[in-house]
């Protein structure tokens, strides 16, 4: 299959099971939504996908190859962190080269992939400015630019948002969602904004407790919950 499979993964914190037995199947060019209360494990979830962190158990593949021993690194994935995670004593230029300059990737392409990313997400003004000199927006389409330059087959987006005021934030789902259209890359969308999922996400991944409690389009969960959890999460106003 083309895309993204995850097979009965598991994995444990020392004693204690963080991820149980998690199934999924991800298409090439969807955005897909994790949500849930927190502590469910989403990020755990995410960090897996992106190599970042080992399952204890299970299986991850990607366009039919098994990643699961492969480090994050060779996956053709690129994550996007709530906390932005800029260099702050790197210009934003700085930032968006910064471990693209010393692979195969040629420097005028470098060049290229970032005033394309400058450009698509309107922060060419600000190229030359430090993260400490920027709102909270700019930094946070700084970091995605970040993830835009490697031209990664999937993104990963780890509550990319939950840090900015209310209007911002509906402001950059617009941008998010824009840019799915463009890019027609995978993304993977880590929430527990119920209303950020619905907006976004063609198919929401509802956890509870490390279980996968429901999958469906926005459309299912809402009007055919799987259960009592499910219908609460999303039909509770924010
Ligand atoms: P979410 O992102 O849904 O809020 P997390 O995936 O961050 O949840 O965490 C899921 C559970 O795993 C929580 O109980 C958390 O305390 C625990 N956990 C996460 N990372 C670690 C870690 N590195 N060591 C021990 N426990 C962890
Ligand atoms: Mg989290």
């Given at each position: 299959?083309?895309?993204?499979?995850?097979?009965?993964?598991?994995?444990?914190?020392?004693?204690?099971?963080?991820?149980?037995?998690?199934?999924?199947?991800?298409?090439?060019?969807?955005?897909?939504?994790?949500?849930?209360?927190?502590?469910?494990?989403?990020?755990?979830?995410?960090?897996?996908?992106?190599?970042?962190?080992?399952?204890?158990?299970?299986?991850?593949?990607?366009?039919?190859?098994?990643?699961?021993?492969?480090?994050?690194?060779?996956?053709?994935?690129?994550?996007?962190?709530?906390?932005?995670?800029?260099?702050?004593?790197?210009?934003?230029?700085?930032?968006?080269?910064?471990?693209?300059?010393?692979?195969?990737?040629?420097?005028?392409?470098?060049e290229a992939r970032i005033a394309d990313a400058a450009r698509m997400l309107e922060i060419e003004p600000f190229l030359q400015r430090r993260p400490g000199q920027l709102s909270g927006g700019q930094r946070q389409r700084v970091a995605i630019g970040r993830a835009i330059v490697r031209r990664p087959d999937a993104f990963l987006l780890d509550e990319p948002l939950s840090n900015l005021d209310a209007e911002l934030r509906v402001s950059m789902r617009a941008e998010l969602a824009a840019l799915h259209a463009r890019l027609k890359a995978t993304m993977i969308y880590v929430t527990h904004d119920q209303v950020e999922a619905m907006t976004l996400a063609n198919r929401i991944v509802v956890l509870r407790g490390g279980r996968i409690e429901q999958v469906g389009t926005p459309l299912e969960l809402y009007n055919e919950p799987a259960n009592r959890f499910v219908a609460g999460f999303i039909g509770a106003p924010h």
């Open positions: 299959m083309s895309g993204l499979e995850l097979r009965n993964i598991v994995k444990n914190f020392g004693a204690v099971e963080v991820i149980r037995d998690v199934s999924l199947e991800v298409n090439d060019g969807e955005f897909v939504a994790f949500v849930g209360p927190s502590g469910c494990g989403k990020s755990t979830l995410l960090r897996l996908i992106a190599g970042l962190d080992k399952p204890t158990g299970g299986s991850i593949a990607i366009d039919g190859k098994d990643v699961t021993a492969i480090g994050a690194a060779d996956r053709g994935l690129a994550m996007v962190f709530q906390s932005y995670a800029l260099y702050p004593h790197m210009s934003v230029r700085e930032n968006l080269a910064f471990g693209l300059e010393n692979t195969k990737v040629a420097k005028a392409e470098i």
